[in-house]
């Protein structure tokens, strides 16, 4: 399982009821995906919205393999942030991330005042913060909340491990698609700082995620809904 797996989460729905966009920002959800590499079965994504207390909020993509080698070596990713939503931006608190396969591997994030502090394995790193950063992992529910106000475009400045990375996103296509959880007309998002092969798929009106992503940098990973519950 590629490194790349834990960030697709993005990191990543039947019907979303009308109260769960409270003051135009999600409150709480479960959204479930079957992700696949290359095409071929490759494990199951989950991602949850809950709040933490404090005016704080928790967002959690926990990914497991269940076929071929992911499966066979138990590997398995989960990725925490903690966030406060500042207007429509879920502005980093915190973030952790695990990897669980042939070589582990760790990352953590926190904003300590005006300074970005960020533990890598063994390396250490700092950056001055910059307002409204948000980190690698709510990218896409970030994206999704500013679709629904109706950006047709989005830039964040996402903290990442040596810096703070501008990521820009334009709506591209309106597309018919389908997914384990239904057919959608959905509008397809590409990612246009860089070339990174990220396609993202939105039924911005409703869900907050995609109900389809697909990642060709680091893996050849696709995402595709399942279930999505929210309250």
């Known amino acids: 399982m590629k490194t790349t797996l834990l960030r697709a989460g993005l990191g990543l729905a039947l019907a979303l009821p009308a109260a769960a966009f409270a003051a135009d920002v999600p409150q709480s959800f479960t959204a479930t995906y079957n992700v696949s590499q290359g095409g071929s079965p490759l494990g ?37 942030s903690q966030f406060t939503w500042v207007g429509k931006v879920p502005q980093a608190v915190s973030y952790k991330y695990d990897l669980q ?15 970005v502090q960020v533990q890598d394995n063994n390396k250490s790193f700092s950056y001055p913060l910059q307002p409204g950063m948000i980190d690698r992992n709510t990218v896409p529910l970030a994206l999704g909340v500013a679709l629904h106000g109706g950006a047709k475009e989005a830039t964040f400045p996402v903290g990442v491990k040596q810096a703070i990375e501008t990521q820009t ?7 018919k698609i ?8 959905a509008v397809r998002v590409d990612r246009t700082d860089q070339d990174r092969g990220f396609n993202a798929w939105y039924v911005p009106a409703k869900y907050p995620v995609p109900v389809k ?14 279930k999505f519950e929210g309250k």
């Open 44 to 80: 199951n994504a989950t991602l949850t919205l809950k709040a933490a207390g404090n005016g704080q909020f928790e967002y959690s993509n926990k990914v497991v393999g269940t076929s071929g080698l992911a499966a066979a070596i138990g590997a398995s990713s989960s990725e925490v």
């Open 101 to 115: 396969a042939f070589k582990p591997k760790s990352r953590t994030l926190t904003v300590n005042g005006n300074t």
């Open 169 to 175: 996103f334009k709506v591209a296509a309106n597309e």
């Open 178 to 185: 389908t997914v384990p959880a239904g057919s959608f007309n």
């Open 213 to 226: 992503l697909a990642q060709k940098d680091g893996g050849d990973l696709t995402l595709e809904l399942v």
